[in-house]
């Protein structure tokens, strides 16, 4: 994904609600996976926008994400289920876009993407 511009109202909240009390990366993957937790309400359905080699998805397919992916697969990029198959799915959320989701779940989506866009790490 390319940078884009900084945004100001996106950064205050990265830095103020998500990560405020992270000391370090473990910590910030805490505070990424716990904002995300509870920002996306699940189920909701997204559409792929960026193709990964680690990910069956492909451009334009149409999930239906029902819920973050366990805490231990999300300590490097955070992850979502997807029903796929049995049991389900883990895919990284940067790798999709939500659909017709509610305004908390939207913003929450666009706050990861923009801090993977940034390249920020944890």
């Not at 680690?54 to 366990?70: F, I, K, N, Q, Y």
């Not at 198959?85 to 706050?111: C, F, H, M, N, R």
Request: with cysteine.
């Amino acid at each position: 994904m390319a940078k884009t511009r900084k945004d100001q109202d996106r950064e205050a909240r990265i830095e103020n609600d998500i990560i405020a009390d992270a000391h370090d990366a473990s910590e910030r993957v805490m505070g990424w996976y716990y904002y995300l937790e509870e920002q996306l309400h699940f189920p909701f359905t997204a559409t792929c926008v960026k193709a990964r080699p680690t990910s069956p998805l492909r451009v334009g397919d149409e999930v239906e994400v029902h819920g973050m992916a366990p805490e231990d697969e999300c300590e490097h990029e955070m992850f979502v289920m997807i029903r796929w198959e049995k049991p389900g799915l883990a895919v990284p959320l940067s790798q999709i876009k939500g659909v017709a989701t509610d305004g908390s779940t939207s913003q929450a989506i666009e706050d990861w993407r923009y801090w993977v866009q940034h390249r920020y790490e944890f």
